[in-house]
């Protein structure tokens, strides 16, 4: 499906990176320009915010599709999106969102699932894929029933006895619909004040995990301007069944593991060194709201291998 042309301007950007506490210069209207070689000649749209697109897109193709009453009865809790993110979108530049006829497969779980891709005239920007299954794609094994009292650990700090950082959030409904007014989303269809309804989005959450990110960097002394960072891919879980019980005010414990760079882990077909961290979201008592695993690279190292 490709019929519309979309655009973002750089007001959504602004938006979104304030509603999530995102901030990377990549975004910034001014500080982009503080990056060393920064190839993109202005700032660029954040990766959360190109995926509540795309998890608003589907909402509205399952719809149409009439696909929500087979995720219901077959007990798909777990929403996932796997994305590649290729070029980067700038504000003012017309894209399409294409999405391919939903495939239903059974082995190894019942799935559904659809390829997606955005696109401008010139270039593909993602690539990746949305599927419903019964339980989590990604990061599926790892139980945190052994963790002691979160609501006692210092924020910004590692949780004694484990390799995980701890960032702590409150869930607020102004932030929530911003995020997706940002995104090109129709708040409304999610938020309604007089009918007493509030609804999150999959993704907004999860888009909590980058500031998180910037800020256990920030206490590492990372040289933003110097060393810029940029995603190339996410991997995203949501228990939908957790989030449909979320309210303002709630609590919302990020948990952060980064894996020691290697040879074992490179770009494809390059030989970059990818950093890769596991990042959870728990809310009460340890209940997993959702599982993102997040690959960065160096842009310096992207510059060198592809001569940008």
């Known amino acids: 499906m490709k019929n519309k042309l979309f655009q973002f301007e750089q007001i959504h950007i602004e938006v979104a990176r304030n509603a999530s506490d995102d901030f990377n210069l990549f975004h910034d209207k001014h500080k982009w320009l503080q990056i060393n070689h920064n190839p993109f000649k202005g700032p660029i749209v954040l990766g959360f915010q190109l995926n509540t697109f795309i998890e608003y897109q589907m909402r509205l193709y399952r719809e149409t ?7 219901y009865e077959n007990g798909l809790r777990f929403s996932n999106y796997q994305i590649t993110f290729i070029n980067p979108l700038k504000p003012t530049m017309p894209f399409y969102f294409e999405i ?16 997606i891709a955005i696109k401008s005239e010139k270039k593909t920007l993602l690539l990746g894929f949305k599927k419903e299954t019964q339980t989590p794609l990604f990061l599926a094994d790892t139980q945190f029933k052994q963790l002691p009292n979160l609501n006692v650990i210092p924020d910004k ?12 959030k ?12 940002g995104s090109l989303a129709e708040q409304a269809d999610y938020f309604d004040e007089l009918a007493h309804t509030a609804n999150y989005s999959e993704v907004f959450p999860c888009s909590l995990v980058s500031g998180a990110l910037l800020e256990k960097a920030q206490l590492e ?10 995603y190339t891919s996410h991997e995203l879980s949501i228990d939908r069944s957790h989030l449909n019980r979320l309210k303002n005010d709630d609590k919302l414990y990020i948990l952060v593991k980064q894996h020691p760079e290697s040879n074992a882990n490179t770009l494809n077909q390059t030989d970059i060194q990818v950093r890769t961290y596991d990042c959870y979201g728990l809310l009460h008592n340890h209940d997993v709201l959702f599982r993102v695993k997040m690959n960065l690279v160096p842009l310096e190292e992207i510059l060198k291998s592809f001569r940008i």
Do not use: C, W
């Not at 599709?65 to 995720?71: G, K, L, P």
């Not at 391919?100 to 390829?115: A, F, G, V």
């Not at 409150?170 to 007014?181: D, E, I, M, Q, R």
């Open 157 to 168: 700090t590692f949780i004694p006895g484990t390799e995980y950082f701890l960032k702590r």
């Open 221 to 230: 002394n990372h040289d933003f301007k110097r060393n810029p960072m940029v």
């Open 100 to 115: 391919k006829k939903t495939l239903i497969k059974t082995i190894p779980q019942l799935t559904l699932s659809n390829r």
């Open 170 to 181: 409150f869930l607020n409904n102004g932030n929530a619909k911003n995020f997706l007014s």
């Open 65 to 71: 599709h009439h696909e929500n009453q087979i995720i």
